[in-house]
């Protein structure tokens, strides 16, 4: 039998602000934030919950009482339910088959009525719980404006659905050359266009390819589309920036901040392409020891929205744990930036970021096993 798991750890007990002027003075919500943090299991029961690619596939059902997490090697779908932390079972999926969902995946999106969108590199497709392939999304340049035959084959990169299920978006590029821009397509139809976002050039520019002759490798910054209060934010890791688009009125607000802790962008530049494995390494940690920006996380109780920030620190040596400084921002419901606090006692950037029960909870591994770090915030 296994254990029954409650919360494990005592609270910890962190302050982050500093003794400078109230927040209602400064405009920074979270100027005197501090927080404690307790740690919470999910009970797997007889089961094993495969945690080799932590949370990167999972998604919550659309009323947040249900975690889905899919297992890229056999192909199941682990379904947790929030309300009790348990593990309320298993659906299974077929790898190969007119049913196959593949092998290489890159998200999962759970979608209406038990059915699940699953992004691939092998294809694009809808699946219902009981494992039956729905409908395939693919993207065709003859029906959407100003997409290329080139990008075509990469249409399907960060694609979702919108909430209501009647768009899609995508953002079509190549991972070598050139910049990533805005698909937008009625759905089913898949009809639609591109629209240019130039303010992701930064991102696109930042990356580093490495030949030899023993391998090829890219490295490239995040571009990322969400969907909040019926508008597609896209951002990126690069830069502060963020775009708002309204599809309902077919309307592009680029959003631009002034950070006091952080810079705003990265500003280094580097080799487009090297030949060996050190300097590729060299090269990424110019690029990530300056500030990368992470995707937004909403607190619907609050109607605010979060989202941390981080710059790796040098390691001491080659085979040291990489050590983080850790920035969380705050936004108000039309993305204006409130407040920004550096976190001291974190060396790691929070993972999998989420609101519930007004505390913060975000995803650790505890000895294999699925557990959460419930951070309670106090302003």
Same mark, same amino acid.
């Given at each position: 039998?296994?254990? /029954? ?7 910890? *007990? ?10 209602? &003075? ?66 299974? !999926? ?6 196959? =969902? ?5 998200? *999962? ?12 590199? @092998?294809?694009?497709?809808? !699946?219902?719980? @009981? ?45 070598? %050359? ?35 002759? %023993? ?7 995040? =571009? !990322? /589309? ?26 592009? &607000? ?35 020891? @300056? ?5 937004? !996380? ?14 790796? /620190? ?52 505890? &000895? ?12």
């Amino acid at each position: 039998m296994r254990k /029954l798991f409650m919360f494990l750890l005592a609270p910890l *007990i962190f302050s982050c602000g500093g003794n400078s002027s109230e927040k209602a &003075e400064s405009g920074n919500i979270l100027e005197n934030l501090s927080f404690t943090v307790d740690t919470v299991l999910v009970d797997p029961g007889e089961e094993l919950i495969n945690l080799a690619s932590g949370l990167r596939l999972a998604d919550f059902s659309p009323d947040k009482k249900k975690l889905y997490l899919l297992n890229g090697v056999d192909q199941s779908l682990a379904v947790i339910d929030m309300e009790v932390l348990k593990l309320s079972g298993k659906n299974q !999926f077929e790898a190969e088959g007119p049913n196959g =969902i593949g092998n290489y995946h890159n998200r *999962i999106q759970i979608l209406s009525g038990d059915r699940m969108y699953i992004n691939s590199f @092998q294809s694009n497709a809808i !699946f219902n719980f @009981q494992g039956i392939k729905e409908e395939t999304i693919k993207i065709l340049a003859e029906n959407i404006d100003s997409l290329s035959i080139e990008d075509e084959q990469n249409a399907w990169y960060g694609l979702m659905l919108s909430k209501d299920e009647k768009k899609v978006f995508s953002l079509p590029g190549n991972f070598f %050359e050139g910049g990533r821009n805005l698909l937008v397509a009625d759905f089913p139809s898949l009809k639609g266009k591109v629209i240019q976002l130039p303010a992701t050039d930064l991102a696109s520019n930042l990356r580093v390819i490495l030949k030899s002759k %023993e391998m090829m490798s890219v490295s490239v910054q995040e =571009i !990322f /589309l969400q969907e909040f209060n019926g508008k597609i934010i896209i951002g990126n890791s690069a830069s502060s920036d963020v775009y708002q688009y309204d599809y309902v009125v077919d309307s592009l &607000e680029l959003k631009t901040y002034q950070h006091v802790l952080v810079p705003n962008r990265k500003e280094v530049s580097v080799k487009a392409e090297v030949e060996s494995q050190e300097e590729f390494q060299a090269e990424m940690d110019k690029i990530n020891q @300056q500030i990368a920006f992470q995707r937004f !996380f909403e607190d619907p109780e609050m109607k605010r929205y979060y989202r941390f920030g981080k710059i790796n /620190l040098p390691k001491p040596s080659p085979d040291a744990e990489q050590k983080e400084e850790v920035f969380l921002f705050a936004y108000d419901r039309d993305f204006n930036l409130i407040g920004e606090s550096r976190l001291k006692e974190l060396t790691k950037v929070p993972q999998f970021p989420f609101f519930k029960d007004g505390k913060l909870w975000s995803y650790v591994n505890v &000895e294999d096993e699925l557990g959460f770090a419930v951070f309670d915030l106090s302003f």
